[in-house]
C-alpha cells in the first residue's frame, strides 16, 4: 500500500505536466448564422476543455471540449429565448455539446489539424478543426474556425429548416487561452 | 398631391426671402432655395399646370411604398417569433432602405424642380399649413428609415438589402441603445402615418369640397 503510494505520487507531477488548464477569462467559442443574408453572431459564456497536449507529440494529443449550451448569446433577447427551445439546442434535455478529439497532425508553423467528433443534441459527427497556436510567455492561444451544417445536428428542425431563411453553414470560432503547453 | 409645396408659395414670397426678409430660419428651406437660385427653373417664368411626370411617378411610388411598408410594420410585429416573421421583417427592412433611396432621388429631383404654384385663392393659413406639412414629411421620409435602420443594427442584425448588399452599421449594436431606438422608429413611423392621413385629406378636401382641380396636378386624368 505505501509502495503504491509512493508510485501514485511520484506519477502525479507527470499526469499533472500533461494536462494544460483552460484560461476562461481569456477564451471566446462564438458562432456566424446567416439570417437571409443577415450575420447573426452569437456566442457561449460557459465552455470547458481538458487538454493533454504537447506540439512536439501531436499524436499523442487528447482534447476534450464542452460548452455549456444555456449560455448561449445570439442576436436580441427574444432570439436567445427561442434558440433554447426544443426546436433549436433543446438545452433541456441536451445541455452541453462536446468535442472529443482523434487524430491531431501538425502542419507546421503552429498550424495543427484536429480530427474528432462533435456531439450536439444526441447527433455525433466527425469534424476537422483547424487550430492555429501562438505562444506568448506562459500562455499558448489556439484560433481556429470551421463550418458545420445546422441541420446535421438537428438544430432549427421542423418549420426553421428551410435553408432559405437561415442558412444550413454555420461558422464556429474560437480562441482558445491555454496554460502550460510546452514550447513550439 | 397637395402639391408639393415644400417651400411652394412661389415667386413672391422667392423674391421677398431673398431680400432678406427671411423669419424661417429653416436650414432646409435654405437648401432649398439655394438650389433654386443656382439655376433651377424658376416657377415664375416656366409655370405649369401640374407636376412633371418624373415628380409624379415618384409621388405615387413613394406614397404605395410608404403605406405599404408602413401597413407591414404594423402587422408583423403582431406576429410570434416564426419564419414568416423573420421573412417579413427583412422585407420590410428591405422596403424601407428603398423608401430612403427613393427619398433621396426624390429631394434631389425637387430641390432642381419647383412644384406649380398653389391656386391663388388658397388662404394664407392653408398655405402655411400645407407648407409645414410637406416639411414635416420630408423630414419623416428620412429620419422613419433611419431609424429603422440604427434600430436593427443597434439590435445586432445588420441590414442586407434584398439580402445581398450588406449595409454598414454607423450606430454600436448595443442592446440597451436598440431598447431607445425601438420606440423612436415607432413614433417618428406613427407621426408620418398621422401626416399621410391628414395629407390625403386635405387632398381630399381640394378635390371634392373645394374643387379647385388641385389633385389633378398629381392626378392629370382627372382634369381630362
Ligand atoms: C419609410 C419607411 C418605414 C416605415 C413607414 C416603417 C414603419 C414601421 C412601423 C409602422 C412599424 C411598427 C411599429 C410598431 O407598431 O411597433 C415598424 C417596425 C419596425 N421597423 Fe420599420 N418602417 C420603415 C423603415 C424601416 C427600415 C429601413 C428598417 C430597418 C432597416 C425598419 C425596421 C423595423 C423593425 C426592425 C421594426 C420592428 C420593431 C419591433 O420589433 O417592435 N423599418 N416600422
Known amino acids: ?184 | 398631391m397637395l402639391g408639393i409645396s415644400l417651400c411652394a408659395p412661389g415667386a413672391f414670397r422667392d423674391a421677398s426671402k431673398m431680400a432678406g426678409m427671411n423669419r424661417q430660419a429653416d436650414a432646409f428651406t435654405f437648401i432649398l432655395h439655394a438650389a433654386r437660385a443656382s439655376g433651377a427653373r424658376h416657377p415664375f417664368m416656366s409655370p405649369s399646370a401640374a407636376y412633371s411626370r418624373t415628380a409624379i411617378a415618384l409621388h405615387w411610388l413613394a406614397g404605395v411604398a410608404i403605406i405599404a411598408t408602413f401597413s407591414f410594420g404594423l402587422y408583423m410585429v403582431d406576429l410570434p417569433f416564426s419564419p414568416a416573421r423573420i421573412r417579413q421583417y427583412n422585407w420590410h427592412k428591405w422596403a424601407g432602405i428603398a423608401i430612403l433611396a427613393l427619398s433621396a432621388l426624390r429631394l434631389l429631383w425637387r430641390l432642381r424642380h419647383a412644384p406649380p404654384p398653389l391656386p391663388s385663392a388658397m388662404p394664407a393659413w392653408q398655405r402655411r399649413v400645407s407648407h409645414a406639412t410637406h416639411h414635416l414629411m420630408y423630414l419623416l421620409f428620412f429620419a422613419v428609415p433611419l431609424a429603422g435602420w440604427a434600430y436593427s443594427s443597434a439590435a445586432g442584425f445588420p441590414v442586407v438589402w434584398f439580402g445581398v448588399l450588406p449595409l454598414p452599421d454607423w450606430v454600436p449594436r448595443d442592446a440597451g441603445l436598440a431598447e431607445l431606438l425601438k420606440p423612436v422608429h415607432r413614433g417618428l413611423a406613427y407621426a408620418l402615418g398621422a401626416l399621410v392621413v391628414l395629407h390625403v385629406a386635405a387632398a381630399l378636401k381640394h378635390q371634392f369640397v373645394d374643387r379647385d382641380g388641385l389633385l389633378s396636378r398629381m392626378l392629370p386624368f382627372l382634369s381630362r
Open chain 1, 1 to 184: 500500500m505505501r509502495r503504491f503510494l509512493i508510485v501514485f505520487a511520484c506519477l502525479l507531477p507527470a499526469v499533472a505536466a500533461a494536462q494544460q488548464k483552460l484560461l476562461p477569462a481569456q477564451s471566446e467559442v462564438a458562432f456566424t448564422s446567416r439570417q437571409m443574408g443577415v450575420p447573426v453572431d452569437g456566442r457561449f459564456a460557459k465552455f470547458d476543455a481538458q487538454v493533454a497536449f504537447d506540439p512536439k507529440k501531436p499524436e499523442s494529443a487528447k482534447i476534450a471540449f464542452s460548452i455549456d449550451l444555456d449560455s448561449v448569446s445570439v442576436g436580441d433577447a427574444e432570439t436567445v429565448r427561442e434558440v433554447r427551445k426544443p426546436g433549436w439546442f433543446d438545452t433541456a434535455k441536451f445541455p452541453k455539446a462536446s468535442f472529443q478529439s482523434g487524430a491531431v497532425k501538425a502542419l507546421g508553423g503552429g498550424r495543427f489539424e484536429i480530427a474528432g467528433t462533435l456531439s450536439i443534441k444526441g447527433v455525433a459527427r466527425p469534424v476537422t478543426v483547424p487550430a492555429t497556436l501562438v505562444q506568448q510567455g506562459p500562455n499558448t492561444t489556439a484560433t481556429g474556425s470551421f463550418t458545420i451544417k445546422r441541420l446535421d445536428f438537428r438544430i432549427g428542425d421542423g418549420d426553421w429548416s428551410d435553408v432559405s431563411l437561415v442558412a444550413n453553414d454555420v461558422v464556429v470560432k474560437f480562441r482558445l487561452a491555454l496554460a502550460g503547453v510546452p514550447p513550439l
